[in-house]
């Protein structure tokens, strides 16, 4: 079970805090945005003096909204076709052990969600990847390598769109292709779609959940967190077509016994939210993401494709070691006295040694405080090249 590279220098962090250091958190996907009032103001209502378990696989109100929610986005799902999980983790841990034994393998595309790892670790499965380049904004690797990667173990492919850490939006084009490989070899698409909503200039999201003709080897894995900035109330679900697959996640719902009750309770408030909720918060979303990747990209040696949608970006950096550099930041770095949070790249990557210039961003700060923190890396960049003997720029 691998540290998360996200938290794992939070005491580093809190070392500096401690220090009287602002930090600017880079390194984490918890937006700023405040949860909408339709959803707080369900906290209120709540008037039980006993908080009991809620059914394993969720309870009928909020189910029957995030059947509501779908069909809005054409997709109809039926009562048994979904179950609510403990945040989009224990979806794809559900998944994952649904579909495959201890020894088995997922394939994903690298980089990856850094938790992936310990979700398989969990169910006993190991991860089999495809390297995506930064050169082409991570876009899916060609049908020719996802061929030669397959082997006898491997039992499902575990494809996160819109990306995280990327940022990248696989093409309807490209989610066919996967879904084609996926079909044609007996496998599974676990399709994670938590970021569905956060597309930019203009894109879609296709969900594996509109394709025809895959309905038995779908799973799609989902989220209140990022769509609703709830992080916090940890509630997601999980929804397939195939009622096997569905029969077993249920048993392994009834394991843990229940998802969280009064998050249940709050999370259909969001019925009430109309469009101009999504369009404003992609809005303010891309605004950050322009703001971001113009300000990088006048720092020497920076190297940023443009994100087509989530929150994050991986970026190259002037530097040899990410993981070195991101720990000066926190212990020996501070500039007008802030200094910045990022999350070092190789924890998004299976393979040794990729990653080692790159960093992941999350831009879910106000427009200010990015700005503050590109001023700071590009100084940083400066002086952690000076600390480590390296050539000026």
């Given at each position: 079970m691998p540290p998360s590279p996200i938290r794992k220098l939070a005491p580093l962090a809190n070392a500096a805090k401690s220090r009287g250091v602002k930090v600017y958190h880079l390194n984490i996907g918890q937006p700023d945005l405040e949860t909408p009032e339709p959803i707080r103001a369900r906290l209120s209502t709540i008037t039980e003096k006993t908080y009991a378990y809620s059914p394993s696989e969720g309870t009928p109100e909020y189910l029957d909204s995030l059947r509501q929610y779908y069909h809005k986005r054409g997709i109809d799902l039926k009562p048994g076709q979904i179950i609510a999980t403990t945040g989009g983790s224990e979806a794809v841990q559900f998944a994952l052990m649904a579909v495959g034994d201890p020894?088995?393998?997922?394939?994903?595309?690298?980089?990856?969600?850094?938790?992936?790892?310990?979700?398989?670790?969990?169910?006993?499965?190991?991860?089999?990847?495809?390297?995506?380049?930064?050169?082409?904004?991570?876009?899916?690797?060609?049908?020719?390598?996802?061929?030669?990667?397959?082997?006898?173990?491997?039992?499902?492919?575990?494809?996160?769109?819109?990306?995280?850490?990327?940022?990248?939006?696989?093409?309807?084009?490209?989610?066919?292709?996967?879904?084609?490989?996926?079909?044609?070899?007996?496998?599974?698409?676990?399709?994670?779609?938590?970021?569905?909503?956060?597309?930019?200039?203009?894109?879609?999201?296709?969900?594996?959940?509109?394709?025809?003709?895959?309905?038995?080897?779908?799973?799609?894995?989902?989220?209140?967190?990022?769509?609703?900035?709830?992080?916090?109330?940890?509630?997601?679900?999980?929804?397939?077509?195939?009622?096997?697959?569905?029969?077993?996640?249920?048993?392994?719902?009834?394991?843990?016994?229940?998802?969280?009750?009064?998050?249940?309770?709050?999370?259909?408030?969001?019925?009430l939210l109309g469009p101009e909720y999504t369009e404003g918060v992609v809005t303010e979303y891309q605004k950050r993401r322009d703001i971001l990747c113009e300000g990088l990209g006048k720092i020497p040696g920076v190297f940023v494709r443009k994100p087509e949608g989530a929150f994050y970006m991986v970026v190259r950096l002037p530097i040899e070691d990410s993981e070195d550099?991101?720990?000066?930041?926190?212990?020996?770095?501070?500039?007008?006295?802030?200094?910045?949070?990022?999350?070092?790249?190789?924890?998004?990557?299976?393979?040794?040694?990729?990653?080692?210039?790159?960093?992941?961003?999350?831009?879910?700060?106000?427009?200010?405080?990015?700005?503050?923190?590109?001023?700071?890396l590009a100084h940083a960049l400066t002086a952690y090249r000076q600390a480590r003997g390296l050539p000026a720029l």
């Open positions: 020894g088995d393998e997922v394939m994903v595309v690298e980089p990856f969600y850094t938790n992936y790892r310990s979700f398989a670790a969990m169910a006993g499965m190991k991860l089999n990847t495809l390297t995506a380049h930064g050169d082409d904004g991570f876009h899916a690797p060609p049908l020719s390598v996802w061929e030669k990667a397959l082997t006898e173990k491997t039992r499902a492919v575990l494809l996160c769109n819109p990306s995280n850490p990327t940022g990248t939006v696989f093409s309807r084009e490209e989610v066919v292709m996967v879904a084609q490989f996926c079909r044609d070899h007996g496998l599974f698409l676990i399709s994670d779609e938590v970021y569905r909503e956060f597309v930019y200039d203009g894109r879609e999201a296709t969900s594996a959940l509109n394709l025809a003709g895959f309905e038995e080897i779908v799973i799609v894995v989902d989220s209140l967190s990022k769509r609703y900035s709830a992080c916090g109330i940890r509630l997601g679900s999980i929804a397939s077509r195939n009622s096997e697959v569905m029969d077993t996640m249920n048993r392994l719902a009834m394991g843990r016994l229940s998802p969280p009750g009064l998050a249940q309770r709050i999370a259909p408030g969001a019925l550099f991101a720990a000066w930041l926190l212990t020996s770095f501070s500039y007008n006295g802030s200094t910045v949070m990022v999350a070092p790249a190789p924890g998004f990557y299976a393979t040794e040694g990729l990653g080692k210039d790159e960093v992941r961003i999350a831009y879910v700060l106000k427009q200010d405080d990015l700005e503050a923190s590109i001023d700071i």
